[in-house]
């Protein structure tokens, strides 16, 4: 089974500054991945998907940015930071078999990020 | 894009009765349904999830079922105990040809109270 790692577990950065998070996989290969961002009590929002390594697409605009370097890695960044950025940044996988059907999404431990 | 209503918001139960938790999806072609945990703090953990060729689906306590004609699917869980109080989502997802990238789109989330 899939294990994903998720660091760091807790930011807290000052507005205007860089982002940068990072997530990997392990127990699957070529895998889609996900960003989510889930606001204090709210649900959970796309922010971006891959299928394979340098494919991203972006589901909503916004001043972040996501890149996939290698096939287990899914990187989230940001060249500066807004107080809304605030918020658990959840990264999640599925096998990304090549199918009709989802697959399903298991997702890794979160990062909650402060922006002061 | 897809779009999927949950409800309710909130929902308190006495411990040992059941709780029954609705969602709505306005995409036809949806055709993987899973349904989140998620206790405070956590990431959300998969508890079941059920595929459009299956009306319902069970796992001891906890049951799902699917109304394609109508696009709803609920979640039921029995004989509720103290450990099921958490937010729960529900979720839908298209999951075209080509590894089902699309991601999932989720509800906004239940937050059920399991009252002693």
């Known amino acids: 089974s899939q294990t994903i790692h998720q660091w760091p577990a807790t930011l807290v950065q000052p507005v205007g500054s860089p982002l940068s998070l990072e997530c990997t996989v392990e127990?699957?290969?070529?895998?889609?991945l996900y960003w989510y961002r889930q606001a204090a009590g709210r649900g959970l929002q796309l922010l971006f998907y891959?299928?394979?390594?340098?494919?991203i697409s972006s589901e909503v605009p916004q001043n972040l940015s996501a890149s996939r370097p290698q096939d287990r890695q899914f990187i989230l960044s940001s060249k500066k930071l807004l107080l809304s950025d605030s918020g658990f940044y959840l990264c999640?996988?599925?096998?990304?078999?090549?199918?009709?059907?989802?697959?399903?999404?298991?997702f890794g431990p979160g990062t909650r990020l402060l922006v002061l | 894009g897809e779009n999927v209503e949950q409800h309710p918001s909130t929902l308190s139960v006495q411990e040992g009765d059941s709780a029954v938790i609705k969602c709505t999806y306005s995409?036809?072609?949806?055709?993987?349904f899973p349904w989140y945990k998620q206790e405070l703090g956590k990431r959300p953990q998969l508890i079941i999830d059920?595929?459009?060729?299956?009306g319902e689906k069970k796992d001891q306590r906890i049951a799902v079922t699917l109304n394609k004609t109508a696009k709803h699917f609920s979640l039921h869980i029995t004989e509720t105990q103290p450990e099921d109080s958490a937010v729960y989502f529900c979720?839908?997802?298209?999951?075209?040809?080509?590894?089902?990238?699309?991601?999932?789109?989720f509800g906004k989330g239940t937050h059920l109270i399991i009252q002693p």
């Open positions: 999640a996988s599925d096998r990304g078999v090549t199918t009709r059907t989802q697959e399903t999404q298991y």
């Open positions: 127990g699957t290969s070529n895998p889609n």
């Open positions: 995409d036809s072609a949806s055709n993987y």
């Open positions: 979720a839908a997802s298209i999951g075209e040809i080509g590894g089902g990238a699309d991601g999932l789109t």
């Open positions: 891959s299928v394979g390594i340098g494919q």
């Open positions: 059920i595929r459009s060729n299956v």
